[in-house]
């Protein structure tokens, strides 16, 4: 029985694969900076390919680039269950977002291997594409095209900041197949286990080394354009001007207001992102570009801070006599986490005797994807300082050890087998 299972876990060892991979990085060390299908990128995915070869993983890549590694089951007919993260980074993160739940997993495989397990079902790790927005504007590039959330239409309608068409950038990179056969069918996976780091600090500050999801927040994306008149900041009279920035900042301050006093616990609101048009200090602002991201687990309070800042925006900018262009960009639905999955998760830490809390995700991860296609859950492991997206970013080596143990003893339950 999967309960009885004795586990060896290298912490070491994928210590060292980690340190290995964030050397595939565009940014000086400790900054990692790893954008799809770069050069770097690229090499990154090699190296990952090669790990999970040498755990006897049979490998099938799809047309978007997500990698699956398959570990047959004793009945290949059944759905696999599934486990994965990602491996991009944002520029000038850290080197634990997405890799832990990545080459953990393989860990998590090898570890299964070693103890003689073979699983009833089949498990399949993935590595997602792009679950960072970074390069063609959209998150869970990889998992949203797996759960038909991405169209192969709305694929080829993605263009780079330098306008290259995704198309072209992922042909270059060697995926020549169809976009139509990204898109798995309902079915096709038994459960999907993601481990991740926490990147925020409640594991922390409770003193817990293990986190169960529940539920994953909702994210949605509103862009904002202001548009005025530019002009000379020494020639263009008070009363005459446009200036599309004090209409930014008075957006910016009221999206603040507007989460602060939600009455949902987990409502959140920030503008992370201003550009400043022409952008000198002796010019006017003639256009200001917003986005604005907003996030509850509440669905109806999360569209409610949507509707207010669209609101807000326009209002704002018809007091100004400004042009503007409010778009909300996307506005995925929050995901509630699979029953059984999160009770294979729990059963497999009380076995092992390890305490844990369940809790909601605020960030999002392409298990909220993933929830279209099958039960979800996640496994979170302590951030220090709650640090995350920057070069500091830490979990200690014990901590990923304990995630991928539990990863391993639920991947055990949920595909079932012998020892
Ligand atoms: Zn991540």
């Given at each position: 029985m999967p309960n009885n299972l004795s586990l060896t876990i290298d912490a070491a060892r994928l210590q060292a694969e980690i340190d290995t991979l964030a050397?595939?990085?565009?940014?000086?060390?400790p900054a990692v900076t790893r954008i799809l299908f770069t050069p770097t990128e690229l090499e990154a995915r090699d190296y990952v390919r090669g790990l999970m070869r040498e755990a006897a993983l049979s490998l099938r890549e799809d047309a978007v680039g997500n990698i699956f590694g398959r570990w047959e089951?004793?009945?290949?007919t059944l759905p696999a269950v599934a486990t994965g993260s990602h491996i991009d980074a944002i520029p000038?993160?850290?080197?634990y977002d997405g890799v832990v739940g990545v080459l953990g997993a393989i860990e998590a495989v090898r570890a299964l291997r070693q103890a003689g397990f073979t699983p009833q079902r089949p498990i399949e790790l993935i590595m997602f594409t792009?679950?960072?927005?970074?390069?063609?504007?959209?998150?869970?590039l990889g998992s949203r095209a797996l759960a038909g959330k991405l169209s192969p239409v709305k694929l080829l309608d993605l263009t780079d900041g330098?306008?290259?068409p995704f198309d072209a950038v992922r042909r270059q990179a060697?995926?020549?197949?169809?976009?139509?056969?990204?898109e798995l069918p309902g079915g096709h996976y038994d459960s999907f286990v993601e481990l991740h780091?926490?990147?925020?600090?409640r594991l922390e500050a409770a003193k817990l080394p293990l986190g169960v999801v529940t539920a994953i927040a909702a994210p949605a994306t509103v862009r904002v354009q202001f548009e005025g008149s530019g002009g000379h900041a020494g020639t263009v009279l008070m009363p005459d001007r446009r200036d599309a920035l004090p209409a930014a900042a008075e957006l910016i301050l009221s999206v603040e207001k507007i989460a602060q006093s939600?009455?949902?616990?987990d409502a959140v609101a920030t503008v992370g992102l201003c550009h400043i048009y022409?952008?000198?200090?002796n010019s006017i602002a003639s256009r200001v570009y917003i986005e604005v991201d907003i996030r509850d687990i509440d669905l109806t309070s999360r569209n409610r801070m949507v509707d207010t800042v669209v609101q807000v925006a326009k209002t704002i900018a018809e007091r100004r006599k400004l042009e503007y262009e409010v778009v909300v960009l996307n506005a995925d639905d929050p995901c509630t986490c699979g029953r059984e999955v999160i009770g294979a998760v729990v059963e497999s830490i009380e076995a092992l005797g390890y305490p844990y809390q369940t809790m909601v995700s605020r960030a999002y991860h392409d298990t909220l994807f993933m929830a279209d296609l099958c039960p979800t859950t996640m496994i979170f492991v302590p951030s220090q300082n709650g640090y995350?997206?920057?070069?500091?970013?830490y979990t200690a080596p014990e901590d990923i050890a304990r995630g991928v143990e539990v990863l391993a003893h639920t991947l055990a339950r949920l595909a079932g087998g012998t020892e």
């Open positions: 050397t595939y990085s565009d940014a000086p060390a089951g004793a009945d290949d000038f993160s850290g080197k792009a679950e960072e927005p970074t390069r063609f504007k959209v998150g869970c330098d306008g290259n060697g995926y020549i197949d169809s976009l139509d056969d990204v780091i926490e990147q925020g600090p939600s009455t949902s616990p022409p952008g000198a200090v995350s997206h920057r070069p500091d970013e």
